[in-house]
């Protein structure tokens, strides 16, 4: 079973609190990918600009470098919503890198977005994210979740599915 796992899915949809909270219910390690974005994809996300693969590959290449480095059992938030981003990720890690998609209702994402104060990413930006979005395949180290629950009915769904 792989130890490092990347909580992804469109901006709104949970992933940073899924994470935290998979990582305190399993003593992991939890790693917030956008603190690795460059200071030039913030301020573009910042002014409502969707970021280009090419302002992604170092960013994706600092997450899977990052998870590696640590020890134990890794949980990181990232959107990850490419099948080439997700492949770019656990080449940069070096080993199996599991991904757990929180998948949901757009109106809900859309509505969790909007309550959200001093985020980078603006509503705005979500058509974007669900155009972007190939969500993960059988062939994939992947897990898709229903986030229409509550956090906790999520956790212990992860959880037992993962056997953690």
């Known amino acids: 079973m ?11 949809c ?28 913030i301020e573009k996300m910042r002014a409502a600009i969707a970021l280009t693969d090419d302002d992604r590959w170092p960013w ?17 938030a990232c959107s990850a919503l490419k099948r ?27 509505t969790r977005m909007r309550a959200r104060q001093d985020h980078f990413m603006p509503p705005s930006l979500l058509n974007s994210q669900f155009d972007t979005l190939e969500v993960p395949g059988p062939d994939e180290l992947a897990y898709n979740v229903d986030i229409a629950h509550s956090e906790p009915q999520i956790v212990a769904h992860i959880l037992e599915k993962l056997a953690l």
């Open 2 to 12: 792989a130890r490092l796992f990347v909580v992804m899915g469109v901006s709104g």
């Open 60 to 76: 994706l290449e600092q997450v899977g470098r990052q998870m590696a480095a640590q020890n134990g059992t890794v949980f990181c």
């Open 14 to 41: 949970g992933k940073s609190t899924m994470a935290k909270a998979l990582a305190k219910a399993t003593d992991g390690f939890f790693l917030d990918g956008d603190s690795f974005h460059p200071a030039d994809n």
């Open 84 to 110: 080439s981003y997700r492949a770019h990720i656990s080449k940069a890690a070096g080993e199996d890198v599991l991904f757990i998609h929180l998948q949901g209702a757009r109106a809900l994402i859309e």
